[in-house]
């Protein structure tokens, strides 16, 4: 079936270091699906961060970017230097389905506590 | 400006009671969705609805039930509310096919 797996958290890491959030999908439903990640902060809903639609491209927001990598199942996420404002649970998303079925699998989210 | 609002934000229901929580959204989405969110588990689909009048059962969907009367507005209805309901219940909204959710901001649900 269609799933995805991402670290597991939580993830602490120092302001001003780099992030890498790790996520892999299984997709058996569609051979191209769309690679999402989203983020929750506290109190708030989820919120779309980047998506990528197309294989081999990249997507980037607020300074995350993400690569989707057919070949390799993967669409990690990553962040040159955090700040503690980007404290919160990510989620990365598989969307799949035709052109009214449309839904997204979650992975199980990683909580990201940045210290100042 | 569009989005997606919930009501209640916050329930405390007692066992065997029935509890709604409802979501409206102004994206103008033909689909909707309620996910309910537990740790470690991420979001799971409960129900969800390609347009006024329809409701399709999703991964999870025993226990509850789901009603969309109109394009804006879908439901989710807990008949008799059980403890392991006790959840953060997300609704979201999309255009049709495989693209973002743009979602509200949660309702807290405990089951007493």
């Known amino acids: 079936g269609d799933s995805v797996t991402q670290t597991e958290g939580p993830v602490t890491v120092s302001e001003s270091e780099s992030l890498i959030i790790n996520c892999t999908y299984s997709a058996t439903s569609i051979a191209y699906p769309n690679l999402f990640w989203y983020v929750r902060y506290p109190g708030e809903g989820l919120q779309l961060l980047l998506k990528?639609?197309?294989?081999?491209q990249k997507g980037s927001s607020r300074g995350f970017e993400a690569t989707y990598n057919k070949e390799t199942t993967s669409f990690h996420l990553q962040k040159a230097s955090v700040q503690e404002s980007d404290s919160a649970v990510y989620y990365c998303a598989l969307g799949v389905g035709g052109s009214a079925l449309g839904r997204l699998h979650f992975g199980a989210g990683t909580q990201l506590i940045v210290i100042p | 400006e569009a989005a997606v609002t919930q009501s209640p934000r916050n329930k405390v229901a007692v066992t065997g009671g029935k509890v709604t929580l409802s979501c409206n959204q102004t994206?103008?989405?033909?689909?909707m969705y309620w996910y309910r969110q537990d740790t470690g588990h991420g979001l799971r689909l409960i129900h969800y609805s390609y347009g006024a009048g329809s409701t399709e059962k999703g991964d999870i969907p025993d226990g509850y039930k789901a009603s969309r009367p109109s394009q804006e507005n879908f439901s989710l209805i807990l008949e008799l509310a059980t403890p392991s309901q006790t959840s953060v219940y997300f609704c979201?909204?999309?255009?049709?096919?495989?693209?973002?959710?743009?979602f509200g901001p949660g309702t807290r649900l405990t089951v007493l």
């Open positions: 979201a909204s999309g255009a049709r096919g495989p693209y973002e959710q743009y």
């Open positions: 990528v639609i197309t294989a081999g």
């Open positions: 994206n103008n989405h033909n689909n």
